[in-house]
């Protein structure tokens, strides 16, 4: 069974070293490992001019279809705009029926975790070691992916970054963004398969606090 | 060529996502040619390239709105053909060699006499080419016919540098183990 080249032959390979820095008992592997390179095909690669139109045939096809519309719609992130028109005193009288309900709806007295409803969103602090980054943001389904609206900043121990961010109760995912190209996933905590080749790491968050899931 | 040809990629995914999806048409010609090599050196043979980038194209504009970057969707659009790619050797693999073996070289054409013994090098590496694993041979193209550093890799793939340093390693030792073999 043939050997793998010796490890001053892969160096000529990476092009660390030339053929004249290898020993002359290593010459004859390294120019057979030379050839190797040779031969690869480098040469462009032209595809037919006909797969523009069968992919756009397809496209056409597919928006189309009632059923990718509403996919789209339901999977396409977007800003929504809430407004309200309000008359000065309707906020008195908003406000003294808050206080009625309040009173009616207050429970005994009695001891555990807080009333319902006064937690609906836990801190929750991000920590990634990256000593080479010069920027870290988390992004995730709780900020829109957006890899500019949650930045991490630089504490001072060494290559250590954090944030602290209040979350939404339930259940999400994000991943570091480092030096705003690199998505990253958190070595900490599990993570799952976006469907691209990417992990986003999953969180849980209850009123009892935050678990990696 | 309308002006949608110099309009920005984020630009262009906002648009088709808001419905003009003939806008669709420029990414496809923008990138349907950057990475058919990488396609060709991946499958080996350029019909099964071609077949994998109208596949990521079409699934791309299925998942459009999950682009999270519209401004980097060349690098999006990568990522699914590369998953499309090793996808296709991992079952090419299951299957056997039988497949791939023996196609004609890439851009084998009629050659002058002298220029037969590289053909014939560049076909036993071809076929040698198609017996590492897919991640292997990812690296080995990447490098050596895309010629990306290890950086530019490791951040087109997610890898480290070291776990590519150490496929390309094991590339070269099979690589030479095959080719010897195949004499």
């Known amino acids: ?213 | 060529m309308g002006s949608g040809d110099e309009a920005a990629d984020g630009a262009v995914v906002r648009a088709v996502l808001a419905g003009d999806v003939e806008q669709y048409a420029v990414l496809v010609r923008r990138y349907r040619d950057r990475y058919a090599r990488y396609a060709a050196r991946m499958l080996g043979s350029l019909d099964a390239a071609e077949d994998a980038i109208q596949d990521a194209f079409i699934r791309a504009y299925d998942h459009l709105a999950q682009c999270r970057d519209p401004d980097n969707f060349s690098a999006w659009f990568f990522r699914i053909l590369r998953n499309r790619c090793l996808a296709e050797r991992r079952r090419a693999t299951r299957l056997g060699p039988a497949l791939d073996v023996g196609e004609e070289p890439l851009t084998a054409s009629g050659r002058a006499d002298d220029e037969v013994e590289q053909t014939e090098r560049l076909r036993a590496l071809e076929r040698a080419l198609l017996e590492l694993t897919p991640e292997q041979r990812e690296v080995f193209v990447l490098k050596h016919v895309e010629g990306l550093s290890y950086e530019e890799i490791a951040t087109r793939t997610g890898a480290t540098v070291a776990s590519l340093k150490m496929r390309m390693h094991r590339a070269y030792d099979r690589l030479r183990e095959r080719l010897k073999e195949h004499q």
């Open chain 1, 1 to 213: 069974m043939t050997r793998g080249y010796h490890p001053l032959v892969k160096q000529l390979l990476e092009g660390e070293r030339s053929l004249a820095d290898l020993p002359p008992e290593l010459r004859a592997e390294g120019e057979e490992a030379l050839r190797l390179l040779g031969a690869v095909d480098r040469a462009p690669a032209t595809l037919s001019e006909a797969l523009d139109q069968r992919v756009m045939a397809e496209v056409r096809r597919r928006a189309a279809a009632p059923g990718h519309r509403a996919w789209q719609w339901l999977t396409q992130p977007r800003d929504v705009q809430v407004r309200f028109r309000i008359r000065p005193w309707t906020i008195g009288a908003l406000a003294a029926a808050a206080a009625v309900a309040l009173l009616l709806a207050r429970p005994a007295a009695r001891s555990g975790p807080m009333a319902t409803g006064a937690r609906d969103s836990v801190w929750v602090k991000f920590v990634l070691y990256a000593p080479e980054a010069q920027q870290v943001a988390v992004a995730g389904t709780f900020n829109g992916w957006d890899p500019r609206a949650a930045p991490l900043v630089r504490t001072g121990t060494a290559g250590v970054w954090t944030t602290t961010l209040a979350l939404p109760v339930g259940q999400h995912q994000y991943t570091f963004v480092v030096d705003g190209e690199r998505w990253v996933a958190d070595p900490a905590a599990p993570s799952v398969g976006d469907g691209f080749g990417r992990r986003n790491s999953v969180i849980a968050v209850s009123q009892q606090g935050a678990r990696v899931l």
